[in-house]
């Protein structure tokens, strides 16, 4: 959101700032500032920038720079400390993180042009990446929450998800290809780690105090930790999310590090990148957009809309009658696509079922598949979504979006409780769509 880039920098005061626009100055290319009408030769000096702080990063020091005269042209500066300021705790973090994500930038751009941002340098010494900057782009949870949609940018995006998966396959390159692909993307323990730690464990540890949600969902808790069916869900996504090494991931894939402009999407933030599970990514994005369906389902709409969720009673429902639930669901869902009410909701759930449809369809397409693969990678992003739904909700991670709303914090984790007891069913795109939409 713009006012993320709200605090100005000054240039010649910090001595971490002043290091990033000294390593942009010496080794951005000439070209990449110079247009036209400008001297042949000529580079910029530090009177002829403006810089901004990215405020909301916890993981690395972020400016965006752009030229006095010239505003539309920008780029974005990260410099990767040694430690990370995670909610609660400071960490060590692997310095190659910076040098993985321009990598990946320019791996990700030779599969699908455009579909990140153009990466400009890496700077070795200082651990600085260069991008462009975007100018006309904003975080997606930005538009979303504005009521900005796009069915075309969504396909767009899942489209290149897919093809970076697939090409990175295992099914595509076999063992020995992805064993040379591993020595260009080596797995980052620490990071895989932090993701661990912070998705999968500390939001499932009753003890744990970096808890952030409602009081209506603390007092409901042990709806999720003594749910035998949520917490080995869990545990096998767990295990997967660690040891599952199926392709290259983009590794931190949520609709934070997607930028949007009309119908382009681009991913940014790729320094989780590595050999994992291909249903990861889109898990976390689905979990995601969840919340915002249930944020605008709460808050931007009236409450004689909401049927059935009423904070007093339990956030457990059983797989059975979630099962009938979901059935009638599907009805709804179709009438209201089809319908004049086209609410902030239903363009929600037709983002999503874009985004399943084309990257569970284009993958299997791709990678020459069955049926019976697209099924187990819907029922995969199933497990993924809703173990993260909760982490979302319930965990350190966090969207200070959500806070404003209690009832939908509250309806996020029945949804997640509802996926992860129908996983034996959900095996296809509209089934999972349903049971999210009830």
């Known amino acids: 959101m713009e006012d993320r880039w709200s605090v100005a920098c000054d240039l010649t005061g910090s001595e971490t700032v002043k290091r990033m626009v000294l390593s942009f100055l010496e080794r951005c290319p000439v070209d990449?500032?110079?247009?036209?009408?400008?001297?042949?030769?000529?580079?910029?000096?530090?009177?002829?920038?403006?810089?901004?702080?990215?405020?909301?990063?916890?993981?690395?020091?972020?400016?965006?720079?752009r030229f006095r005269e010239r505003p539309d042209k920008g780029f974005i500066i990260k410099l990767a400390p040694?430690?990370?300021?995670?909610?609660?705790?400071?960490?060590?973090?692997?310095?190659?993180?910076?040098?993985?994500?321009?990598?990946?930038?320019?791996?990700?751009?030779?599969?699908?042009?455009?579909?990140?941002?153009?990466?400009?340098?890496?700077?070795?010494?200082?651990r600085i990446l260069c991008t462009r900057e975007l100018t006309e782009h904003r975080c997606l949870t930005e538009e979303l929450l504005n009521g900005r949609y796009s069915l075309s940018g969504?396909?767009?995006?899942?489209?290149?998800?897919?093809?970076?998966?697939?090409?990175?396959h295992i099914l595509s390159l076999g063992t020995d290809g992805l064993a040379q692909l591993r020595h260009k993307f080596p797995t980052l323990e620490s990071m895989v780690d932090l993701i661990r730690i912070f998705h999968y464990e500390r939001p499932f540890d009753p003890a744990d105090p970096g808890k952030r949600c409602a009081k209506d969902v603390l007092l409901r808790l042990d709806d999720v930790y003594k749910d035998v069916t949520v917490m080995a869900a869990k545990e096998r996504v767990k295990q997967q999310f660690a040891e599952s090494?199926?392709?290259?991931i983009h590794g931190d894939l949520h609709i934070d590090s997607v930028i949007a402009s009309g119908d382009d999407f681009k991913m940014v933030d790729a320094e989780?990148?590595?050999?994992?599970?291909?249903?990861?990514?889109?898990?976390?994005?689905?979990?995601?957009?969840?919340l915002v369906y249930h944020h605008h389902k709460h808050v931007l709409e009236h409450q004689d809309d909401m049927q059935g969720h009423d904070l007093d009673c339990s956030l457990k429902t059983t797989a059975a009658e979630k099962k009938h639930e979901g059935q009638e669901a599907a009805g709804d869902f179709e009438q209201e696509n089809g319908g004049p009410a086209d609410t902030q909701t239903t363009k929600v759930?037709?983002?999503?079922?874009?985004?399943?449809?084309?990257?569970t369809g284009s993958l299997k397409e791709k990678l020459m598949q069955d049926d019976h693969f697209a099924a187990n990678l819907v029922r995969d992003i199933a497990a993924f979504a809703g173990c993260e739904i909760l982490s979302c909700v319930i965990g350190p991670s966090h969207f200070d979006f959500m806070d404003s709303s209690p009832a939908a914090q509250v309806d996020c984790v029945r949804t997640a409780i509802a996926v992860l007891h129908n996983l034996d069913r959900v095996t296809s795109v509209p089934e999972l769509v349903h049971v999210i939409a009830t």
Request: charged fraction near 15%; charge should be negative.
């Open 82 to 126: 040694p430690c990370m300021q995670c909610p609660g705790v400071a960490l060590q973090a692997p310095a190659e993180r910076g040098e993985m994500e321009y990598r990946a930038f320019g791996f990700f751009s030779s599969i699908v042009p455009g579909c990140v941002p153009t990466p400009v340098f890496y700077d070795r010494d200082l």
């Open 272 to 290: 989780f990148v590595r050999l994992g599970p291909c249903a990861y990514d889109m898990g976390l994005l689905l979990a995601t957009l969840v």
């Open 245 to 248: 090494v199926e392709c290259l």
């Open 32 to 65: 990449q500032f110079l247009d036209q009408a400008s001297e042949a030769g000529s580079r910029p000096s530090l009177e002829d920038l403006v810089a901004h702080r990215f405020t909301d990063s916890y993981m690395n020091h972020v400016i965006r720079v």
């Open 154 to 168: 969504a396909r767009s995006l899942a489209a290149s998800l897919a093809s970076v998966h697939a090409a990175t």
């Open 349 to 359: 759930l037709a983002m999503i079922s874009e985004m399943l449809q084309t990257y």
